[in-house]
């Protein structure tokens, strides 16, 4: 089953109004998450390093007022798009660390599909 | 400078063929790590296999193995005998440095298509 959850799946709202999509780990602790962006036919792109208890570090050309990310527990980090425009129409993604002795891997969310109208 | 680089936009391949999908990367970290990714037209991204810079031997996953050579900083993917389901955007990521903060980023993708 799944151990990242993202919500919602899809959203379609109005020009100006704020978006907050979800991410949890639902059975590890994630100290570090990540928020991709993906266009259509794309790659990933890096949007936003986010940890437990500080800051997101953010990556060069994303606007951290737009995009404002909040990781207050170690299993939940939330991506809010605020006064979303048509141009952050998109896939957003995230993903959550998860280390092993041995091994490590990055689990994904479902992804969300943004519709700004 | 691109960090993580596939050259192979697309690739047609036979069904029960083996397949290599090439990714090259640029660290001068000692530490690192990298991964290989299958995204179907589903959008969710599936991990295939993870292979640390110190492992000594190349990882293995079922059907998928990597072929790392670090010398020439290659982590191709090798799956074999390949099925009509394999068909999907295949990613190679990277993670530089093994703090928890450390950033994952990925390559352009190659989008395979397995032929009946």
């Known amino acids: 089953g799944a151990v990242v959850s993202q919500h919602p799946s899809w959203v379609i709202c109005k020009s100006g109004t704020s978006v907050k999509i979800e991410c949890r780990s639902l059975?590890?602790?994630?100290?570090?998450m990540f928020w991709y962006r993906q266009f259509p036919k794309q790659s990933l792109m890096l949007m936003a390093t986010?940890?437990?208890?500080?800051?997101?570090?953010?990556e060069q050309g994303v606007e951290k007022d737009k995009f404002l990310i909040n990781h207050a527990s170690l299993t939940l980090s939330t991506l809010t798009v605020t006064s979303a425009h048509p141009e952050d129409s998109s896939f957003y993604i995230c993903?959550?660390?998860?280390?092993?002795?041995?091994?490590?891997?990055?689990?994904f969310g479902s992804g969300t599909q943004l519709s700004v109208l | 400078a691109q960090k993580i680089t596939q050259t192979q936009p697309g690739m047609f391949v036979q069904e029960k063929e083996a397949v290599t999908l090439d990714c090259t990367y640029d660290?001068?970290?000692?530490?690192?790590?990298l991964f290989w990714y299958k995204q179907p037209s589903s959008g969710e991204m599936i991990f295939l296999i993870y292979?640390?810079?110190?492992?000594?031997q190349n990882a293995t996953e079922g059907r998928y193995s990597l072929n790392f050579q670090k010398a020439r900083k290659s982590a191709n993917l090798v799956i074999s005998a390949s099925q009509l389901g394999d068909s999907a955007m295949y990613f190679c990521?990277?993670?530089?440095?093994?703090?928890?903060?450390?950033?994952?980023?990925f390559g352009s993708g190659t989008r395979l298509s397995i032929r009946p």
């Open positions: 660290t001068s970290d000692p530490s690192y790590g």
């Open positions: 990521a990277m993670r530089e440095g093994y703090s928890s903060a450390s950033k994952i980023i």
């Open positions: 993903s959550a660390r998860r280390q092993g002795r041995t091994n490590e891997k990055l689990f």
């Open positions: 059975d590890f602790q994630a100290t570090t």
């Open positions: 986010s940890n437990e208890g500080s800051k997101a570090t953010y």
């Open positions: 292979q640390g810079s110190y492992d000594q």
